[in-house]
């Protein structure tokens, strides 16, 4: 009630006027890209950028079916197979990452040993370090092991993305859990086992849930392990978008159609667990 003398009528639609404005500037690269799928040939290489056309699914039906118009020769990818590549490799690699960092960072939350907080900062420091620094050894192992160019490969070295995310944020998650709640349940019989599964990790599944998509999230944006580590067999849809891109012109309408198919999974995951998505980036915001 308090807030209502302030915010008058005038002052909430300039808020929600600027908030909008904002929305727009920031929105505005995405909602372009999306335009441009729609948009014929000639409408996107016009001189003057046009807002007002006449929408068309050719450039879907192109990536998606294989249709290739005339105006289109140059420049041919086969974006599905890039796209089942990334969901096997991302899928796979961020459920290996939660049966191995889950347990880990229980360990690391509950458990004093030596060097602890080191291992801990290891993990960490994983993410610090940029891909370029660790990509040539890599290639040089993985061509000695046989692993380039597979799915197995990748979803190893995708570890490197999505394995110190989970280790470092769901240890947070876990040492916000009260002590007392698994020493009760210790006490009720619970082996440790027990307490983990049937007590910790349901009081952390909001936060599972997000570390998960902002893993999946990190693991499918990937670029530079599909490049260097895979081919045209293995290549990921974020790699495959080069198909596009000719000596002879780049076919910007089926990259813009390919880029808003590609940034759909992600989207939509996040929808689907917004609620358990907001609880979990919250948690631990407000101790007691």
Not at 101 to 118: E, N, Q, S
Not at 166 to 176: H, L, N, Q, S
Request: hydrophobic share 55%; with cysteine.
């Amino acid at each position: 009630m308090k807030r209502s003398r302030y915010l008058t009528p005038k002052r909430q639609t300039l808020i929600w006027l600027t908030l909008a404005g904002y929305a727009i500037f920031a929105l505005f690269p995405l909602i372009w890209v999306v335009m441009m799928s729609f948009k014929s040939h000639i409408d996107i290489i016009s001189p003057v950028p046009k807002f007002i056309f006449t929408p068309s699914f050719e450039n879907y039906k192109a990536i998606l079916f294989g249709g290739q118009s005339m105006q289109y020769e140059a420049g041919q990818t086969d974006f599905l197979l890039y796209f089942k590549n990334s969901c096997i490799i991302t899928i796979s690699a961020v459920v290996l990452s939660l049966l191995a960092g889950v347990p880990a960072a229980y360990a690391l939350a509950r458990y004093r040993f030596r060097f602890k907080d080191d291992i801990a900062f290891t993990f960490l420091s994983f993410r610090f370090a940029p891909e370029i620094a660790v990509i040539i050894p890599i290639y040089i192992l993985y061509q000695k092991l046989h692993l380039y160019n597979t799915y197995v490969g990748l979803i190893f070295v995708y570890q490197l993305i999505t394995l110190p995310l989970i280790v470092w944020i769901i240890r947070g998650y876990f040492e916000d859990i009260s002590v007392e709640i698994e020493q009760a349940a210790k006490l009720d019989g619970y082996s440790w086992w027990g307490v983990f599964t049937k007590i910790a990790l349901p009081l952390v599944k909001p936060g599972l849930a997000s570390t998960a998509v902002l893993a999946f999230i990190f693991a499918w944006n990937n670029f530079i392990f599909g490049l260097i580590l895979g081919s045209s067999d293995t290549y990921p849809s974020t790699v495959g978008a080069l198909g596009f891109i000719s000596y002879e012109s780049v076919l910007w309408g089926q990259m813009a159609a390919a880029t808003v198919i590609t940034i759909m999974p992600p989207l939509i995951l996040a929808i689907f667990i917004q609620k358990y998505l907001v609880r979990g980036l919250t948690m631990g915001a407000i101790r007691g």
